[in-house]
């Protein structure tokens, strides 16, 4: 058995040494005898041009494909032959899950694959032998499914099984769930004196808006009747008019009295029937009109209606928001539909509400975070003596009006920490870390008047200058919100890293693109085409995800083979664009140097808070021919604290390697590691056709090499 990846070493420093296994979903494919016995997470998901097959043989999942998926203007694009072989888990944001799996391949080649939110794009070592191995994950989302693209594969590959599990306290606290406070008359009983419940219909055009939102009226409350034989039940209505443009012209929804944290757990549970037998699509939204991607309750395909009463309960982590919402036209019905819900109800956790520090070693494990026990912040006023270990001096710290507490303890090595999580709840793992908060700026800790605005932000950890015990002041939100770090004992803080240039050459060969498509205005730069200028790309991805608003700087070094322009975008991770970065970089032949301020977008275009920007796009298909771009020399940092010596506490990018970098090259494929080893994904369609052929491996073979070839960028079976 050979082990691709092993789980991260501190993962067991983080949980202390009670961890237990859980395992999270499981599939063994031996169970089943044909491919429509299992139930795919969110079906097959392959578009009408995928060129490939699934099925169940000698107990394996069995993937067979004779030519790659093109798309419409027939060029290679791996996602539209994609599916989702296992998931369904209501993944917690910041807990590190583990993908395990066995899987042997007619030839090597590297399949992509995506899960729980990650940057960037994943991959199957798929090879001849069969292999057991296992990936990880830290879910950056509430989605927890493992997506696989396999459009670009020829041949046959096997899949024996897959599992996916995560390691968590085995004393944890147990679960008490109570009623969320304002959310009332789940029953329909009584008419709502703050609805909870809302409704539109295509009949009463009812405009569904959002409390809090300026310029915007209240929701139109749900309609509620007497149950048609049952006179002594209400329960809520919508009345679908039949056939409408959009299934979202019917919709039904429950609106949380309160914002939920995005990764905060939350128990939601309803009756529900129809007039006849339908199915329904369901949504979570921040707002009723402003929808979240990935939040579906665990419905991935919807709610199945009968016109008997079904009891659904449903109880994870909340992906942010305020509403969950059903689309009900989704089976394009032409006839009236009645939809009934009854007993709604909205529970949270029990838990501690106040500001509790949890810590860690994470050099020596000797801590390990115990969110259960962690230090309760008490009520503090006056002033306190500090003494600053590294100097000897005393100094009186005005903590009036703040809350302070103590994590590790003086003369006590063993319980120094140097990491810390705070939180305004304690009494359950994800609730805790769905709540914390941390500064807005980096720290020295031997500054008594270093107080530090602070923000939300989940699973914040907030790394400390040195191990020790230290003493934490935070002002509540409603006075002020600031903290402020003390080193009581401990080690001397560590010295600020010195900013890594990463020297790796990147050389992206950017092939001839299509002519431009239409633009906004409708006027084409070129005469027909479905080109765009972004079909050519490089990123630069961030070590860690980065909030809107954070100060950065980007320098490298460039060169081009041709004179040509290069606009800059922020993405979430390759692909998933948010805003534009810090405007054009202009190539020309001869090598410059580009070093730029760069601030982290706080909003995208629909004015959505950027809370996870990790990388930054180079879109360099602007001019229409072929061109080679250089990069090299990448330094990206944060842009303060900068001190006299140019050295700074943290680095974005790595020393060497090329970890950081991605690239697509061509419409229609995928980004792919820069340095794939195979470089297939890479290959675009060439207008210029040359008949050049290459194996997989890259490499030019004569016109008489047998086997999977690349011919002016698309692969053939060459006998």
């Excluded at 056939?243 to 609106?255: P, S």
């Amino acid at each position: 058995m050979k082990k691709m990846f092993t789980l991260l070493a501190l993962l067991t420093m983080f949980l202390g040494a009670n961890a237990k296994e859980v395992v999270d979903a499981e599939v063994d494919f031996s169970k089943y005898n044909d491919i429509s016995e299992w139930n795919f997470p969110y079906s097959w998901g392959g578009s009408e041009q995928a060129r490939s097959r699934l099925s169940i043989q000698n107990g394996c999942l069995h993937f067979e494909s004779s030519e790659v998926t093109v798309n419409d203007d027939g060029v290679e694009t791996g996602w539209l032959c994609q599916f989702f072989p296992i998931g369904g888990v209501n993944a917690e944001v910041g807990t590190v899950y583990t993908l395990h799996y066995k899987i042997k391949g007619d030839h090597a080649e590297k399949v992509s694959m995506l899960g729980f939110g990650q940057t960037p794009y994943g991959q199957f070592p798929i090879t001849t032998d069969w292999v057991e191995g296992t990936v990880d994950y830290e879910a950056k989302s509430a989605d927890g499914n493992i997506l696989m693209q396999c459009g670009s594969y020829i041949g046959t590959w096997d899949i024996a099984y897959l599992k996916i599990t995560h390691e968590e306290r085995d004393n944890q606290r147990p679960k008490e769930w109570i009623p969320l406070e304002g959310f009332e008359n789940g029953d329909a009983e009584t008419p709502w004196a703050d609805p909870n419940v809302g409704a539109l219909d295509a009949e009463n055009n009812y405009k569904v808006c959002a409390w809090g939102k300026e310029n915007m009226s209240d929701p139109h409350p749900a309609t509620i009747e007497v149950e048609e034989g049952n006179p002594s039940n209400h329960v809520f209505v919508v009345h679908s008019k039949g056939k409408v443009e959009n299934d979202w012209d019917n919709q039904f929804w429950i609106m949380a009295p309160r914002e939920i944290k995005n990764g905060e757990n939350v128990k939601i549970s309803f009756r529900y029937k129809a007039s006849k037998n339908i199915s329904a699509s369901i949504q979570g939204h921040k707002f009723p009109s402003e929808y979240l991607n990935n939040f579906n309750m665990g419905l991935s395909n919807g709610t199945a209606f009968t016109t008997e009463w079904q009891t659904y309960e449903w109880e994870g982590p909340w992906e942010g928001g305020w509403s969950v919402v059903w689309n009900l036209n989704s089976n394009g019905d032409a006839d009236p539909v009645d939809f009934y819900f009854d007993d709604l109800s909205i529970s949270e956790l029990k838990l501690d509400h106040g500001l509790f520090a949890a810590s860690a070693n994470t050099k020596t494990g000797s801590v390990a975070y115990n969110f259960d026990n962690a230090v309760e912040l008490e009520a503090a006023s006056g002033e306190i003596e500090w003494t600053n270990p590294q100097t000897g001096k005393k100094v009186s710290v005005d903590v009036s009006g703040t809350f302070v507490g103590t994590v590790g303890e003086k003369g006590k090595p063993d319980t120094w920490v140097n990491e810390v999580m705070i939180s305004t709840v304690r009494g359950h793992d994800g609730s805790f870390k769905s709540k914390t908060i941390k500064p807005k700026g980096s720290f020295t800790g031997l500054d008594p008047d270093g107080w530090m605005d602070y923000e939300e932000a989940s699973n914040a950890k907030i790394s400390l200058p040195a191990a020790g015990a230290w003493l934490i002041s935070v002002v509540p939100a409603n006075d002020g919100k600031q903290m402020l770090f003390l080193k009581l004992d401990g080690e001397d803080n560590a010295e600020p890293i010195d900013i890594v240039t990463c020297t790796t050459e990147i050389v992206v060969k950017g092939v001839e693109r299509d002519d431009l498509a239409d633009d906004d205005s409708g006027v084409r730069e070129e005469e027909g085409g479905t080109g765009q200028t972004w079909d050519n790309q490089f990123f630069i991805v961030a070590n860690r995800v980065i909030e809107g608003g954070t100060e950065t700087v980007i320098e490298f070094d460039y060169v081009s083979t041709v004179e040509t322009s290069s606009p800059t975008g922020t993405h979430a991770k390759p692909g998933e664009y948010r805003k534009n970065a810090f405007g054009d970089v202009n190539f020309t032949t001869t090598e410059n140097h580009f070093k730029a301020d760069y601030t982290i977008p706080s909003a995208d275009w629909n004015n959505n808070a950027i809370t996870d920007a990790q990388t930054i796009s180079f879109d360099m298909a602007v001019i229409k021919g072929a061109c080679d771009y250089t990069i090299k020399n990448v330094r990206w940092y944060l842009k303060d604290p900068v001190n006299d010596e140019g050295k700074t506490f943290e680095n974005l990018i790595n020393a060497d390697g090329s970890g950081n970098f991605f690239v697509k090259i061509g419409a229609g494929n995928s980004v792919v590691p820069y340095g794939d080893e195979t470089g297939i994904s890479s290959i675009a369609t060439d207008k210029k056709a040359n008949n050049v052929i290459y194996n997989l491996a890259g490499q030019r073979v004569s016109k008489d090499y047998k086997g999977i070839v690349i011919k002016n960028g698309a692969k053939y079976i060459a006998k």
